[in-house]
């Protein structure tokens, strides 16, 4: 393993956590961000939606600048834009200073979602093992950490650009130097990129589109409704309900950690389809459960079982298209933010002109359809888990130094 390989491996790590700091940063403080702002109740929704509408945008049009710049370089300039939005939604007095700063976070989180997992593919590819759920552990490591601190913030009364303004100082400079050593990979060998066909055929990236917008319902269910279901549902304490999410959040880091042990092992196919029946489940135990600690267990379960299909989405992608990978996790990335979009109005609906006990099935349902779709995650020609890792790493793709 060559220390380039190793260094690149680090940063891009170092991004994936910086950016789930910020982004948990952002959501965990919208009721202050719209106290600050007296944004009303009706215009909330609006706002909201804008954000990943533009980060669908944002993935569309890096898919058209990969062409003619590497993703190192976006990713180099997109995390500083979207780590300054932040403290622009902190620091702002005007609902025009608002909506110009969340436009800048949503085109630019689009971007940065998308090439931070094209160079995870691409390192991935590199080392010729599985390493793209160690990314996004990482991710979900720097949202645990930007979750507390909004919490210390609220508990101490804080200033919104007063809790923001430190993380930024610290992340900004630091993900700046680390973008030094990222590392974009090699194009794909020429018989691999033959064999897949010059460009990426969205009849054959479907199946993973689907399993990216369930993966994503399902967690948009969980950060949305947890709280509200625990309290309202299941008579829990309000105290008692802020504590699911955390715990998902907690799982769905453990989960990660070990994922990429697993896939090795296993295969990406089992470890999918593992993971679609134990999220599955966790929905089952959810809206079938009689108390809070029963629930509880259940959003337990949906974080060690959402948890390893985004990341090993983003990796089939590579490995369905190895001649035209940045274009797939591009196209691909946009149905995160899709997923998004339905999951939370998708179970309220269901909520209100049904049950929330039986809108907790619809989530469930769909991760099951996983299944259906899970043959699409079979190694390739670049295998990597279930005994068909290479024998010896692939040699380092250009480095970003000097950008």
Known sequence: MTDVLRRGRASLAFSFFAQGATFALLVTRIPAIQDRYGVSDALLPVFLAAVPVLAGVGSVTTEQLVKRIRPSRLLRWSQPVVLLALLGAGAGGQIAELAVALGAFGLAVGALDASMNM?????????????MLSFHAAYSLGGILGASLAWVGAHWH?????????????LLPAAFVGSRWYVDGEPAPAEEAQG???GVVFK????LCLVMTF???????????SAKYLKDVLGSSEQLATVPYNVYMVTTLVGRTVGDFGVRRFGAVAVVRLGALVAAGGFAVVASAPGAWVGMLGFTLLGLGLCVLVPQTFAAAGRLFPGASD???ARLNIFNYVGFLVGSPLVGALGDAWSYRGAMLVPMVLVLVTLVYARSFA?????????????????????SNGL
């Open 196 to 198: 897949a066909g010059g």
């Open 379 to 399: 190694a390739q020609q670049d295998r990597y888990g279930g005994g068909h890792e290479r024998p010896r790493t692939a040699d380092v793709g250009r480095g």
């Open 158 to 170: 804080l200033a919104l650009w007063v809790s923001y303004l430190p993380v930024v100082a610290v």
């Open 204 to 207: 054959l990236l479907l199946p």
């Open 119 to 131: 160079l995870g593919v691409s390192l991935q590819r590199s080392y010729g093992r599985s390493i």
């Open 327 to 329: 274009a797939a996790v």
């Open 215 to 225: 993966a994503y319902i399902g967690d948009s269910t969980v950060s949305n409704w």
